[in-house]
T-cell receptor
């Protein structure tokens, strides 16, 4: 069963605008959520995380929002830059899953100049 | 911070052969993880170590797969009698073992089975 789901395989935005990437999860025991960015031929790069005791975490142009009741998180990138073009993965871990991360399928973000 | 290092970057082998991959984690990280990623999917967890102890293994890790982390530093992942379905990117990650800490990934080893 897919416990972490990213329903949009791709997203295209204009440079300078906001990018919003979404992620849904089903396991209510997840308590730590992360976003990774991946360029071709490279490993995933950690971007930002949030624990379940918070509903928002911000780091520069990146903000992650967590809605526990809806089991939904989102990543906002403002302003978007062409260098942000990559595949974005959300991931989750929880007390019952030990330290393993469960990943979504990824969303390909393209930022057009 | 030298990052997580994986070798080799690419491995091409014939079906039925054995292969071994190496991962060197970030030096102060005591947790080490192996994941597998196939095209169009996110990484899938295989196994993890805290220091030299292998604490968790996924059902994906069949008995042809074995991982070790002797002395709690680098780790190796061996696949015996490789099959076509083993073709994938094998990713290693490491993290600190205290609190909620992000995992940091290497660039992976791409395995191709002929």
């Amino acid at each position: 069963d897919q416990q972490v789901k990213q329903n949009s395989p791709s997203l295209s935005v204009q440079e300078g605008r906001i990018s919003i990437l979404n992620c849904d999860y089903t396991n209510s025991m997840f308590d730590y959520f992360l976003w990774y960015k991946k360029y071709p031929a490279e490993g995933p790069t950690f971007l930002i995380s949030i624990s379940s005791i918070k509903d928002k975490n911000e780091d520069g142009r990146f903000t992650v929002f967590l809605n526990k009741s809806a089991k939904h998180l989102s990543l906002h990138i403002v302003p978007s830059q062409p260098g942000d073009s990559a595949v974005y993965f959300c991931a989750a871990s929880g007390q019952t899953s030990g330290s393993r991360l469960t990943f979504g399928e990824g969303t390909q973000l393209t930022v057009n100049p | 911070d030298t990052g997580v290092s994986q070798n080799p970057r690419h491995k091409i082998t014939k079906r039925g052969q054995n292969v071994t991959f190496r991962c060197d984690p970030i030096s102060e990280h005591n947790r080490l993880y192996w994941y597998r990623q196939t095209l169009g999917q996110g990484p899938e967890f295989l196994t993890y170590f805290q220091n030299e102890a292998q604490l968790e293994k996924s059902r994906l890790l069949s008995d042809r797969f074995s991982a070790e982390r002797p002395k709690g530093s680098f780790s190796t992942l061996e696949i015996q009698r490789t099959e076509q379905g083993d073709s994938a990117m094998y990713l290693c990650a490491s993290s600190l073992g205290t609190g909620l800490q992000p995992q940091h990934f290497g660039d992976g080893t791409r395995l191709s089975i002929l």
